[in-house]
């Protein structure tokens, strides 16, 4: 079993940044990916960021070049840097971990951008 528990989300205005935390507790050794995901309300979650390896690195085209994904394996935590962020960004962000033939989830963080 992994556990998942985010950190982070919050109201910001558009262009501003924000940082989330994806702490792993549990069977961390088992983990093979981890990833972000987000959902806004009447969507699909979507995917946002994923990291294999701590280095391969995968992003949706809405946040290239605007988000960074990164895994800190000392501190079983895994982040998402969201710079220039616009209101379109706004959306519950959930934390995934990858193990063979699992998925896990965290509970998710509201990020809110609106002036």
């Known amino acids: 079993q992994v556990q998942l528990v985010e950190s982070g989300g919050g109201m910001v205005q558009p262009g501003g940044s924000l940082r989330l935390s994806c702490a792993a507790s549990g069977s961390i050794f088992s983990i093979r990916g981890m990833g972000w995901y987000r959902q806004a309300p009447g969507k699909q979650r979507e995917l946002v960021a994923t990291?294999?390896?701590?280095?391969?690195?995968n992003y949706a085209d809405s946040v290239k070049g605007r988000f960074t994904i990164s895994r800190d394996n000392t501190k079983n935590t895994a982040y998402l840097q969201m710079n220039s962020l616009k209101p379109e960004d706004t959306a519950v962000y959930y934390c995934n971990a990858i193990t063979m033939g699992r998925s896990f989830w965290g509970q998710g963080t509201q990020v809110t951008v609106s002036s």
């Open positions: 990291i294999v390896s701590d280095s391969i690195t």
